[in-house]
């Protein structure tokens, strides 16, 4: 079974940078594409980038595109998300989940989420 695990958030100044991490664990990341997702305080989650299993097919979610990029290395069975230029508004608790397909946005997750890595961007 699919575990995964993000790291990587913190408390940063807007225009600084953070790169997130979502390791898997129980089963190969080969096998799945990955969605990551966020949740803002007294906001619903929304998915915020995916990436297909072999990392060729991305989406993004308008508010992002141009500042995060998605990337995975299934040898280290991780996905990244590095968002450069950060600013108040992603300020979220971030996830990542298995879904079904990455296309475009938004995505649904097929499987359980991780238990989130809190990302805070405040002067």
């Known amino acids: 079974q699919l575990r995964l695990v993000e790291s990587g958030g913190g408390l940063v100044q807007p225009g600084e940078s953070l790169r997130l991490s979502c390791v898997a664990s129980?089963?190969?990341?080969?096998?799945?594409?990955i969605g990551w997702f966020r949740q803002a305080p007294g906001k619903e989650r929304e998915g915020v980038s995916c990436?297909?299993?072999?990392?060729?097919?991305?989406a993004y979610a308008d508010s992002v595109k141009g500042r995060f990029t998605i990337s995975r290395d299934n040898a280290k069975n991780t996905v990244y998300l590095q968002m450069n230029n950060l600013k108040p508004e992603d300020t979220a608790d971030y996830y990542c989940?298995?879904?079904?397909?990455?296309?475009?946005?938004?995505?649904?997750?097929?499987?359980?989420y991780g238990p989130g890595t809190q990302v805070t961007v405040s002067a």
């Open positions: 989940a298995a879904i079904a397909l990455c296309l475009s946005l938004p995505v649904r997750p097929i499987g359980s």
């Open positions: 129980g089963d190969s990341l080969d096998y799945y594409t």
């Open positions: 990436a297909s299993v072999s990392g060729t097919s991305t």
